[in-house]
C-alpha cells in the first residue's frame, strides 16, 4: 500500500490569468480616482468663476429659504382650496331640507358641523326633555338624505331656566349620485 501524503500548507502560485485581471481592476480603479478628482477640481473652479461674474453683474442668489416659504404657504392655500371646493360639493339643499323636515316644536338646532371627508354632519340642538331628543334623532334617521344617525354626546342646561337638554348628534350623508 502507499503512502498517503497531506500537506495542509500548501503554496499556491497565483494563476497569470487571475493576476492580469487583479491589475488591470486596481488600473481601472486608479483612473476613475484621477477623473472624479479632476472633475470635482473643475466643478469648484466653475462655481469660484460664477461667484465672481455675479459679484461683477450685482447678481444676487436665489434665496432658497424665502423660496420654501412661499412654496408651503402655496400648498397650504391648495389644501384650503380643496377643502372648500368639498364643502361646497356636499349637497346642502338635502341636509337643510332633511333637517327641516326632522324639526320639533320642542326642540331648537344650533349648529351643523359638516366633515366632508367622512360624509359626516354633526349637528348640535336642544331639547326640551330626552324623549324629544330621542324623537328628533329618530326623525333625523328617518330622513331619506341621512343616516347612521348616533348620539355623541348631552348635558342639562342647569343655568337656564326650564333645564333643556342640550345634545350632539352624528349623522352620514348620502352622496349625490
Given at each position: 500500500m502507499r503512502a498517503i501524503k497531506l500537506d495542509y500548507v500548501t503554496t499556491r502560485t497565483p494563476s497569470v490569468p487571475g493576476l492580469a485581471v487583479f491589475v488591470l481592476a486596481v488600473l481601472l480603479l486608479v483612473m476613475a480616482w484621477q477623473y472624479y478628482s479632476a472633475m470635482h477640481e473643475q466643478r469648484l473652479k466653475t462655481d469660484k468663476l460664477i461667484q465672481q461674474l455675479r459679484k461683477q453683474s450685482g447678481?444676487?442668489?436665489?434665496?432658497?429659504?424665502?423660496?420654501?416659504?412661499?412654496?408651503?404657504e402655496v400648498l397650504a392655500k391648495m389644501?384650503?382650496?380643496?377643502?372648500?371646493?368639498?364643502?361646497?360639493?356636499?349637497?346642502?339643499?338635502?341636509?337643510?331640507?332633511?333637517?327641516?323636515?326632522?324639526?320639533?316644536?320642542?326642540?331648537?338646532?344650533?349648529?351643523?358641523?359638516?366633515?366632508?371627508?367622512?360624509?359626516?354632519?354633526?349637528?348640535?340642538?336642544?331639547?326640551?326633555?330626552?324623549?324629544?331628543?330621542?324623537?328628533y334623532m329618530q326623525r333625523v334617521e328617518n330622513t331619506p338624505e341621512l343616516f347612521d344617525v348616533y348620539l355623541l354626546k348631552h348635558e342639562i342646561q342647569?343655568?337656564?331656566?326650564?333645564?333643556?337638554?342640550?345634545?350632539?348628534?352624528?349623522?352620514?350623508?348620502?352622496?349625490?349620485?
Open positions: 447678481i444676487q442668489p436665489l434665496n432658497t429659504g424665502a423660496q420654501k416659504k412661499s412654496s408651503a389644501q384650503a382650496a380643496r377643502q372648500l371646493a368639498n364643502d361646497l360639493q356636499m349637497p346642502w339643499d338635502a341636509v337643510f331640507n332633511a333637517l327641516e323636515t326632522a324639526a320639533l316644536e320642542d326642540s331648537a338646532l344650533l349648529a351643523i358641523e359638516p366633515d366632508t371627508k367622512k360624509h359626516q354632519l354633526k349637528i348640535t340642538a336642544e331639547a326640551k326633555n330626552k324623549d324629544v331628543m330621542f324623537d342647569e343655568e337656564v331656566d326650564q333645564h333643556p337638554l342640550r345634545f350632539v348628534l352624528v349623522a352620514k350623508w348620502k352622496a349625490a349620485s
